[in-house]
């Protein structure tokens, strides 16, 4: 008997039409239950559900338009699409798998379920699903290597190889002992990205920057964080949040002042919007700022703790959301952004006092990867702050919130990289050493399961990395309209690089949990993704959720 041929990608859009016929009558059915949004906690689960699926849906389809370009241009291969097919048919079959789950709670039963995916359509997606297909993948991984060699343009091929080699000879050689030691990121770190103008892909060049898009961003995000999500691969989002803000909202006097300096890596920022009893609720904030006259110069007084501010320690400023109107029940339109100078330090605590006496006390908070950076409980007293400090001047009192939000959408948009990159990281880690590693007289990836379980590796970090880059494509076109698809590519690229990791690690078996071996590095430092720049929940519900369900 022939062995059945592996799906196409004509197959592929075969089930992606199956899938959207699904998702478009289970969104429909949850904006109903919702009240267009307005009754999400009333339904929690369901939305999670339906925004998750939602964005494997969007990752399925970028998937395949990826390959149909690349195909156009000549460039592509059997393996590139057979892997394209295997990324869609795991989406569509998760989508599915979700969706199903929740079709009684929205009143469309099994016959919506059955009327997207007959007979024929099941068969096609067990045949995408197929553990030869998976197999064959994965007996590749291990014979290149794992290596990421996505075609790209000219000038996008150009800009990942540079970076690949620096992550390589620069970064990857300190890494573990960041790690292991709870180092800082060395100063040659960040004085080499800023000659090679890492800092300043987003900034116009009326400002210093480079302005190479967001593309250009996400794969140097991407190529660093293979090297160190924590030394290396987080170093730009800082920057790059408050670049956002200013060229959001910001005066032009303040973006002639500061995008030069973020631009060249003589400002490193840090971001302070959490609190300790203030976490994913920001209208919530209660750090306050008030008036004030010191010396003569007027400005603001800061008090009260910030929690979880990454580099905070080493950063020139801080970027501060804090409460300027003390009426609580103002919530977000209560809140300001100022960029607030500080002294630099190097170690796990600090203390900064000002001339006239305001205060910050820093302190970090051990943590069990992502380290090389350093996050660090805050507090503020009395600390003054110059009036030109305040994001957009006058005009930006209380819009705090929504320039911090412009920022996060592009530091979300960059986790996604961070998140592609550690999992790229694990693939090339986990294949290097099954090939390596001999047991019951074979190296362990010439056993089928091991086969099955880095072409897995290789077909979720296909989907992650196409919505990941089609939402950087999408900030280039309009910033505001891709915010929700920058959420959606974190959310995925995030958990892909928890479950990529951890799969990498099983293979290691017991020496996955030795720091001997990066991977254990790497399974740390990924759990943090799903966190930080809008924990899972959140995205699904507050931004995903809403925005999908709203129309």
Same mark, same amino acid.
């Given at each position: 008997?022939?062995?059945?041929?592996?799906?196409?990608?004509?197959?592929?859009?075969?089930?992606?039409?199956?899938?959207?016929?699904?998702?478009?009558?289970?969104?429909?059915?949850? %904006?109903?239950?919702?009240?267009?949004?307005?009754?999400?906690?009333?339904?929690?689960?369901?939305?999670?559900?339906?925004?998750?699926?939602?964005?494997?849906?969007?990752? /399925?389809?970028?998937?395949?338009?990826?390959?149909?370009?690349?195909?156009?241009?000549?460039?592509?291969?059997?393996?590139?699409?057979?892997?394209?097919?295997?990324?869609? %048919?795991?989406?569509?079959?998760?989508?599915?798998?979700?969706?199903?789950?929740?079709?009684?709670?929205?009143?469309?039963?099994?016959?919506?379920?059955?009327?997207?995916?007959?007979?024929?359509?099941?068969?096609?997606?067990?045949?995408?699903?197929?553990?030869?297909?998976?197999?064959?993948?994965?007996?590749?991984?291990?014979?290149?290597?794992?290596?990421?060699?996505?075609?790209?343009?000219?000038?996008?091929?150009?800009?990942?190889?540079?970076?690949?080699?620096?992550?390589?000879?620069?970064?990857?050689?300190?890494?573990?002992?960041?790690?292991?030691?709870?180092?800082?990121?060395?100063?040659?770190?960040?004085?080499?990205?800023?000659?090679?103008?890492?800092?300043?892909?987003?900034?116009?060049?009326?400002?210093?920057?480079?302005?190479?898009?967001?593309?250009?961003?996400?794969?140097?995000?991407?190529?660093?964080?293979?090297?160190? @999500?924590?030394?290396?691969?987080?170093?730009?989002?800082?920057?790059?949040?408050?670049?956002?803000? &200013?060229?959001?909202?910001?005066?032009?006097?303040?973006?002639?002042? =500061?995008?030069?300096?973020?631009?060249?890596?003589?400002?490193?920022?840090?971001?302070?919007?959490?609190?300790?009893?203030?976490?994913?609720?920001?209208?919530?904030?209660?750090?306050?700022?008030?008036?004030?006259?010191?010396?003569?110069?007027?400005? =603001?007084?800061?008090?009260?703790?910030?929690?979880?501010?990454?580099?905070?320690?080493?950063?020139?400023?801080?970027?501060?959301? /804090?409460?300027?109107?003390?009426?609580?029940?103002?919530?977000?339109?209560?809140?300001?952004?100022?960029?607030?100078?500080?002294?630099?330090?190097? %170690?796990?605590?600090?203390?900064?006092?000002?001339?006239?006496?305001?205060?910050?006390?820093?302190?970090?908070?051990?943590?069990?990867?992502?380290?090389?950076?350093?996050?660090?409980?805050?507090?503020?007293?009395?600390?003054?702050?110059?009036?030109?400090?305040?994001?957009?001047?006058?005009?930006?009192?209380?819009?705090?919130?929504?320039?911090?939000?412009?920022?996060?959408?592009?530091?979300?948009?960059?986790?996604?990289?961070?998140?592609?990159?550690?999992?790229?990281? /694990?693939?090339?880690?986990?294949?290097?050493?099954?090939?390596?590693?001999?047991?019951?007289?074979?190296?362990?990836?010439?056993?089928?399961?091991?086969?099955?379980?880095?072409?897995?590796?290789?077909?979720?970090?296909?989907?992650?990395?196409?919505?990941?880059?089609?939402?950087?494509?999408?900030?280039?076109?309009?910033?505001?309209?891709?915010?929700?698809?920058?959420?959606?590519?974190? @959310?995925?690229?995030?958990?892909?690089?928890?479950?990529?990791?951890?799969?990498?690690?099983?293979?290691?078996?017991?020496?996955?949990?030795?720091?001997?071996?990066?991977?254990?590095?790497?399974?740390?430092?990924?759990?943090?993704?799903?966190?930080?720049?809008?924990?899972?929940?959140?995205?699904?519900?507050?931004?995903?959720?809403?925005? &999908?369900?709203?129309?």
């Amino acid at each position: 008997m022939s062995a059945t041929p592996h799906p196409t990608l004509e197959d592929a859009k075969s089930l992606m039409g199956a899938a959207a016929a699904l998702l478009d009558r289970s969104v429909t059915a949850a %904006g109903e239950l919702t009240d267009g949004g307005q009754k999400i906690d009333d339904h929690q689960v369901i939305t999670e559900r339906v925004a998750y699926a939602a964005t494997e849906a969007i990752a /399925a389809k970028e998937v395949i338009a990826s390959i149909e370009e690349i195909r156009a241009e000549g460039r592509s291969n059997e393996m590139l699409e057979l892997t394209a097919v295997a990324s869609v %048919g795991e989406l569509v079959e998760s989508l599915r798998s979700k969706l199903a789950a929740s079709a009684d709670e929205l009143g469309l039963g099994d016959e919506a379920v059955e009327a997207a995916f007959p007979a024929d359509v099941r068969g096609l997606l067990r045949r995408a699903n197929a553990e030869s297909l998976y197999r064959k993948i994965g007996i590749h991984v291990a014979e290149t290597g794992g290596r990421n060699d996505f075609p790209l343009d000219e000038m996008h091929e150009q800009v990942r190889a540079q970076v690949r080699e620096f992550g390589l000879n620069e970064v990857a050689p300190h890494a573990e002992h960041i790690h292991r030691q709870d180092d800082i990121v060395p100063e040659h770190f960040i004085s080499s990205m800023a000659e090679l103008g890492f800092f300043g892909l987003s900034v116009p060049e009326e400002y210093g920057g480079v302005e190479m898009g967001n593309m250009a961003m996400i794969l140097t995000t991407e190529e660093l964080s293979r090297a160190s @999500l924590a030394a290396a691969g987080s170093l730009i989002t800082r920057p790059e949040i408050l670049t956002k803000a &200013l060229l959001s909202g910001g005066t032009e006097d303040q973006r002639k002042e =500061w995008l030069p300096k973020l631009s060249s890596g003589e400002v490193m920022v840090a971001i302070s919007v959490t609190e300790p009893d203030i976490g994913s609720d920001v209208a919530g904030a209660k750090c306050r700022a008030e008036r004030a006259t010191v010396d003569g110069e007027e400005g =603001w007084v800061i008090n009260g703790p910030k929690a979880w501010c990454t580099f905070a320690g080493r950063a020139n400023v801080i970027a501060l959301l /804090a409460r300027t109107d003390p009426d609580l029940s103002k919530g977000r339109k209560g809140l300001s952004l100022f960029i607030v100078p500080k002294d630099t330090s190097t %170690g796990h605590s600090f203390e900064f006092t000002q001339p006239g006496g305001g205060k910050i006390t820093g302190k970090a908070d051990a943590t069990p990867g992502y380290r090389g950076m350093h996050s660090f409980t805050l507090q503020f007293e009395q600390y003054f702050v110059p009036a030109g400090n305040l994001v957009g001047g006058s005009e930006g009192e209380g819009r705090g919130f929504y320039l911090q939000m412009a920022g996060f959408a592009a530091g979300r948009l960059q986790t996604g990289g961070r998140a592609c990159g550690l999992g790229q990281a /694990a693939l090339e880690e986990t294949a290097k050493y099954v090939v390596d590693r001999n047991q019951f007289g074979q190296a362990i990836s010439d056993f089928q399961l091991t086969q099955y379980t880095l072409g897995r590796m290789a077909i979720k970090l296909m989907g992650a990395r196409a919505i990941t880059y089609a939402a950087a494509r999408a900030f280039d076109e309009d910033e505001r309209a891709a915010a929700p698809l920058a959420a959606q590519s974190k @959310l995925l690229a995030c958990d892909v690089a928890v479950d990529v990791t951890q799969q990498g690690q099983l293979m290691h078996g017991g020496w996955g949990y030795a720091e001997e071996y990066p991977i254990s590095r790497y399974v740390v430092d990924a759990t943090v993704l799903p966190i930080f720049e809008g924990v899972k929940p959140i995205l699904e519900l507050r931004v995903i959720g809403a925005s &999908l369900l709203a129309h």
